[in-house]
């Protein structure tokens, strides 16, 4: 199984599987991929569709989609959430971003709140301490080269001296 690399963001998904692969998750990870972001897909529900029709959807249970979440979280750091089903960007700026920065509408702003409440994992540490692994701690000592040193001692002593 491949690890996520630490140099790339890790983005938790929440959207449906769409399977013609033109939008939900498939497009997302294909989306977040090409940014460098490292897509954590979370399937929120299952469509019957095709390019151009959906027939149906399927939502998944609330404690599925909390539980696939918290396997993900437990495992790797998540930077950041993109909720799924919230329209076109068009429709996300109309609906949301113009009503709530420019109108200040309140109404907007309790619409996406509650469109988006259930995808916000807010986790205290004691929550999450038994599905973290035992703590590892490595000391590595490293040889600065004679430029790194003086690097180093310049800028620790810039810092002494803000400080004081």
Do not use: W
Not at 3 to 26: E, H, I, T
Not at 136 to 160: D, F, K, M, N
Request: glycine content about 4%.
């Amino acid at each position: 199984m491949n690890r996520v690399r630490a140099d790339k963001p890790v983005v938790l998904c929440f959207s449906g599987l769409d399977p013609s692969g033109g939008a939900g998750l498939q497009a997302d990870i294909e989306t977040l991929h090409a940014l460098g972001c490292h897509c954590t897909p979370i399937a929120t529900a299952l469509t019957v569709q095709d390019t151009r029709n959906a027939t149906r959807m399927v939502a998944v249970a609330p404690e599925l989609i909390a539980e696939q979440a918290r396997k993900v979280l437990a495992d790797m750091p998540g930077s950041c959430f993109k909720p799924g089903l919230l329209g076109s960007v068009a429709q996300f700026r109309r609906n949301f971003d113009l009503a709530i920065q420019r109108d200040d509408d309140a109404e907007a702003q309790a619409r996406l709140r509650r469109l988006i409440a259930p995808f916000l994992l807010r986790r205290l540490k004691t929550d999450v301490l038994y599905d973290l692994p035992e703590r590892t701690e490595i000391t590595l000592h490293v040889e600065l080269s004679p430029a790194e040193a003086s690097l180093y001692e310049a800028l620790r002593q810039r810092a002494v001296a803000e400080l004081e």
